[in-house]
């Protein structure tokens, strides 16, 4: 039962372009939905998060668009940077008496040629 | 790394052996996790706890024990270690629920099992 779905599995960007993945959830009761970046060999650490009063948030080059309608939600990566190649994991945690159980997506390996 | 330590880094164990993995946290967060991480299923959520002696299970709880009896290590027992256990582990903390604070994670455990 996967409650968070993740697309693309993979994404190739030339430098200086666009990436963007995608994330579709099912269960309205979530409230909160971070992004996580994993470098080779790392834990994942969070890149930048989105609750769901707002449609849209933006930290540099990176940007969250939010679609409470169509339960789906996206992350933009501007002027894509070769260090930017890692994993991206989207996420979403219900709040209240969940305790805390954050429901990963499948990951996408984010590749940005020079 | 937000103080976590996991402890082995690497190890090869045998079909039908316990096997213990260790995290350990400096930052006195109250919420502990463990996940396990495969290719396709990004990261999913085998148990956590949310105080000393108070855990519970996650999506993929089969196979596996969780023990917290301080606050700064939540012990992870595969008691029998099957194939389909092979995988990469990762401790994460936070220091409120995930919809309040962020995950941090530990640099993971990679085990294999013959």
């Known amino acids: 039962q996967q409650q968070v779905k993740q697309s693309p599995q993979s994404l190739i960007v030339q430098k200086g372009g666009i990436s963007i993945i995608n994330c579709a959830y099912e269960?309205?009761?979530?409230?909160?939905f971070p992004w996580y970046q994993q470098f080779p060999g790392k834990g994942p650490a969070l890149l930048i998060a989105?609750?769901?009063?707002?449609s849209e948030k933006k930290e540099g080059r990176f940007t969250i668009s939010f679609n409470k309608s169509a339960k789906q939600f996206s992350l933009h990566i501007m002027d894509s940077q070769p260090g930017d190649s890692a994993t991206y994991f989207c996420?979403?945690?219900?709040?209240?008496?969940?305790?805390?159980?954050?429901?990963f997506g499948q990951g996408t390996i984010l590749t940005v040629h020079p | 790394d937000a103080g976590i330590t996991q402890s082995p880094r690497h190890k090869v164990t045998e079909t039908g052996t316990p096997v213990t993995l260790r995290c350990h946290q400096t930052?006195?967060?109250?919420?502990m996790y463990w996940y396990r991480q495969d290719p396709g299923h990004g990261l999913r959520l085998i148990h956590y706890?949310?105080?000393?002696?108070?855990?519970d299970k996650g999506e993929v709880s089969d196979g596996y024990s969780v023990s917290r009896s301080k606050t700064e290590d939540f012990l992870l027992t595969l008691e029998s270690a099957t194939s389909s256990q092979t995988s990469v582990y990762f401790c994460?903390?936070?220091?409120?629920?995930?919809?309040?604070?962020?995950?941090?994670f530990g640099n993971g455990t990679r085990l294999t099992v013959t």
């Open positions: 994460a903390i936070s220091e409120s629920s995930p919809s309040l604070s962020p995950l941090h």
């Open positions: 269960n309205t009761a979530f409230d909160y």
């Open positions: 989105i609750r769901p009063d707002v």
């Open positions: 996420a979403a945690v219900a709040g209240g008496t969940s305790y805390g159980k954050l429901t």
């Open positions: 930052e006195n967060h109250r919420y």
């Open positions: 706890s949310y105080g000393v002696k108070d855990t």
